[in-house]
């Protein structure tokens, strides 16, 4: 298995920025699918960012343009550049590597909290 741990997450006001940080370990990290999910309470766990291998993206329409996933294979590390923050962003983000959902991993979870 993958170990993931993030971290980044925070107190910002809306319309702030954030980083956040996940940090895998082992050596299949510059194979994996890379993905960024949120909770907010009392709701599902739903995808906001992911990136392939071959560092194609994909975004929920609700981050297009504020959020960017990036990833550098040599630090076997992923980024989310969260900006124009939104009280509506505020949620528990966790990170998920997956290899052909044979290898699927989850982070801890960082809270990212957006005041309006």
């Known amino acids: 298995q993958v170990q993931l741990v993030e971290s980044g997450g925070g107190l910002v006001q809306a319309g702030g920025s954030l980083r956040l940080s996940c940090a895998a370990s082992?050596?299949?990290?510059?194979?994996?699918?890379m993905g960024w999910y949120r909770q907010a309470p009392g709701k599902q766990r739903e995808l906001v960012a992911l990136?392939?291998?071959?560092?194609?993206?994909d975004y929920a329409d609700s981050v297009k343009g504020r959020f960017t996933i990036s990833r550098d294979n040599a630090k076997n590390t992923v980024y989310l550049q969260m900006t124009s923050l939104k009280p509506e962003d505020t949620a528990v983000y966790y990170c998920?590597?997956?290899?052909?959902?044979?290898?699927?991993?989850w982070g801890q979870g960082t809270q990212v909290t957006v005041s309006s």
């Open positions: 998920n590597a997956d290899y052909l959902k044979t290898i699927n991993s």
């Open positions: 990136i392939t291998s071959g560092r194609r993206t």
């Open positions: 082992g050596s299949l990290f510059s194979i994996m699918t």
